[in-house]
């Protein structure tokens, strides 16, 4: 049995660009915001972290950053894939060096891979650190599949904690979880599907809508967690249309929109993430206005 990194709400959190690079004093801010909100864990350089467009450099000192103002508080699970493995085992080596509690690892994008490479990126890394893995499939953004039967060669390995599942393939999920048992983790890899993966066994979700609302993010996990999905069924469908909105257009364009309207200071977009088309800001103003967030 593998214990997981961590249980409940990790918030997959934005980076605060300005003009001469990250805020870090914001970062902080922010990182302070979600642990005194219940947040259980944190994702530092992720996807909605804009970590695409962070030059290595830049990418090593927000992920030491992050680690030094956690102080162990919480999780830190720190975004570390490429399409490149040699640059995957670098900045991985880097956040276990920085104390990072967690590696999350999205599948090799543009390039992909057949189910062999992917089973041998991962192996040649995970044999490499001594700090737990969690695989991120998201083929939507990547264009690369996960099959059951490649979560079930590679959760043999010890460093390979579990799977961000973003895939919305709840068969996948059913296929891998009668493979691999309690050797693979679960973890919702988007706010919509929580309830539903949290009842099949995943652990908790790293999560975008923490980033706005992490105490109910947490609570939500927490329901599933003690078996309620009755209450958790009820509050998912409450936030639906918000989960909805925040994916109006891609990640993290429109969380990060919304941070900044509701005062939270999220900084800039880095191109290629430019600001939101005005329908659809319109759209977003109306919809936190309706959740109460935003007033007038």
Not at 51 to 70: D, L
């Given at each position: 049995m593998k214990k997981p990194i961590f249980t409940g709400s990790c918030v997959a959190i934005v980076t605060p660009f300005h003009r001469d690079g990250v805020d870090y004093e914001k970062l902080g801010q922010l990182i302070d915001f979600q642990i005194a909100n219940g947040t259980d864990a944190i994702c530092i350089c992720g996807t909605?972290?804009?970590?695409?467009?962070?030059?290595?450099?830049?990418?090593?000192?927000?992920?030491?950053?992050?680690?030094?103002?956690?102080?162990?508080?919480?999780?830190?699970?720190?975004?570390?894939?490429?399409?490149?493995?040699?640059?995957?085992?670098?900045?991985?080596?880097?956040?276990?060096s920085a104390g990072a509690d967690g590696l999350l690892m999205v599948t090799p994008y543009y390039n992909k891979a057949t189910q062999s490479g992917l089973i041998r990126h991962y192996e040649y890394i995970a044999d490499r650190v001594h700090t737990p893995?969690?695989?991120?499939?998201?083929?939507?953004?990547?264009?690369?599949?996960?099959?059951?039967?490649?979560?079930?060669?590679?959760?043999?390995?010890?460093?390979?904690?579990?799977?961000?599942?973003?895939?919305?393939?709840?068969?996948?999920?059913?296929?891998t979880v009668a493979l691999c048992g309690d050797e693979m983790n679960i973890w919702s890899g988007d706010d919509a599907t929580v309830v539903p993966m949290m009842a099949m066994g995943g652990k908790g979700v790293i999560s975008v809508l923490a980033n706005i609302l992490p105490q109910a993010v947490h609570k939500l996990t927490q329901l599933c967690l003690e078996g309620n999905f009755t209450e958790a069924a009820?509050?998912?469908?409450?936030?639906?249309?918000?989960?909805?909105?925040?994916?109006?257009?891609?990640?993290?364009?429109?969380v990060k929109t919304a941070m900044n309207l509701l005062g939270m200071d999220a900084g800039d977009l880095r191109l290629p993430m430019c600001e939101m088309e005005p329908a659809n800001l319109a759209v977003l103003r109306q919809v936190l206005a309706e959740y109460g967030l935003l007033k007038g």
């Open positions: 909605t972290g804009e970590s695409s467009t962070q030059s290595m450099q830049e990418h090593m000192v927000t992920v030491e950053y992050a680690v030094q103002k956690v102080a162990g508080r919480c999780k830190v699970i720190a975004g570390t894939g490429s399409n490149d493995t040699a640059a995957a085992l670098t900045l991985s080596q880097h956040a276990e893995i969690i695989l991120y499939h998201v083929p939507s953004r990547t264009g690369c599949h996960f099959q059951a039967s490649t979560y079930a060669a590679l959760s043999k390995h010890p460093m390979i904690n579990g799977i961000k599942e973003a895939s919305g393939n709840f068969n996948l999920v059913s296929q009820k509050m998912q469908a409450h936030y639906q249309k918000l989960n909805d909105t925040l994916f109006i257009e891609v990640n993290p364009i429109p």
